[in-house]
């Protein structure tokens, strides 16, 4: 079967979304915001018993953001608050210019605040002030709103976008089993929403040369697998999905530890909910209610 169907995802864009006059940024309508909602309580329905919830905001502190080494591997994505600083007189200065157009911006300067990349961030240190992780592992469901400075504002590659995440701390094999746990519910979970989909090694979109070769290691360790749902074309599908095994990177960083007092791993199941939802209409239409009957069902909410 061809699911080649960008005709489709450019009237799913002008069905559900509303242009706010910067690439991928947009207001959503109620029927994407009702989709995005059945979703997340589908989502919600597998947590497993034990997992702590957590909800963030769309800000992270910079110095945690600098020490997880996202500066360090997507300097090129990373968006940082910046703010109008000092006295009240240093603020008019820079309003009161020729140019106030340009000037203003010229003066801005860095808060100690980063737009949220991606849902997990915060959780690591946060979990690193509590002491030991107990055996077992430790569980968390973790979302917030995310902001990425993306080359490209195809549809679906959004600047500002919503993640879910469970995230699972603990021994190695302990968060292995997480993961491939994770990955054996995806052919349960694409059937439940009626999506063709394949799984597939991939990597992150490391910066610079020396990111090429990070990228490359990454994808022959298996690090990093997606679910990837033929939206543009079977050739290059789009990724709905990450699982993610960062092995003892958090660990080390943020000293996390077992209670064996081993460096503690870490990985996440991210779902792409703005991506999940632009899939289901633009598999199944915009018309809501001629979606198989089964499919309305799972993310009634
Ligand atoms: P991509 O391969 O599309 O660049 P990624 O590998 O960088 O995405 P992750 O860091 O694994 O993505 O983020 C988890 C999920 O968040 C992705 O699988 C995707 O569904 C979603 N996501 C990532 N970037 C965007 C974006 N710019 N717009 C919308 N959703 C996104
Ligand atoms: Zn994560
Ligand atoms: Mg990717």
Redo the contacts with the bound molecule.
């Keep these: 079967m061809n699911y080649v169907v960008n005709e489709q995802l450019e009237t799913v864009s002008h069905t559900l979304f509303r242009s706010l006059g910067s690439g ?1 940024v947009y207001a959503r309508t109620a029927l994407f915001e009702q989709v995005v909602e059945g979703l997340s309580s589908l989502i919600s329905r597998y947590r497993e018993p034990g997992t702590e919830v957590l909800r963030f905001p769309p800000v992270i502190n910079r110095a945690q953001v600098e020490k997880s080494g996202y500066l360090h591997s997507f300097p090129h994505l990373l968006g940082c608050v910046s703010c109008l600083q000092g006295s009240e007189s240093d603020i008019r200065a820079a309003l009161e210019g020729h140019n106030v157009d340009q000037e203003w911006v010229t003066a801005l300067s860095a808060t100690d605040l980063v737009l949220a990349p ?1 849902a997990c961030y915060p959780l690591y240190p946060l979990v690193a002030s509590r002491g030991q992780i107990p055996r077992g592992g430790a569980k968390f469901d973790v979302a917030c709103d995310c902001f ?1 400075h ?1 080359n490209s504002h195809e549809i ?4 500002s ?1 919503r ?1 879910r995440e469970y995230v699972c701390i603990g021994a190695p094999d302990e968060v292995l089993k997480f993961r491939s746990e994770w990955l054996g519910r995806v052919d349960e979970l694409a059937n439940v929403l009626g999506i063709p989909y394949r799984t597939a090694a ?1 990597s ?2 490391f910066f610079g040369r020396a990111g090429k070769m990070m990228a490359v290691s990454q994808v022959e360790q298996e690090l ?1 697998f ?1 679910l990837l749902i033929p939206l543009r074309s079977q050739e290059s599908p ?5 699982f ?1 095994y960062h092995r003892d990177h958090f660990g080390i960083i943020w000293q996390l530890r077992t209670e064996a007092g081993e460096v503690a791993h870490t990985a996440c199941v ?1 779902f ?1 909910i ?2 999940l939802a632009l899939a289901l209409f633009t598999l199944h239409g915009v018309d809501f209610e001629r979606w198989p009957r089964h499919v309305r069902d799972a993310i009634a909410v």
């Design positions: 991928g991606a990425r993306e679906g590659r959004f600047q976008f993640m991939a992150d979109p990093k997606e789009t990724a709905c999905m990450s993610n991210a792409g703005d991506r």
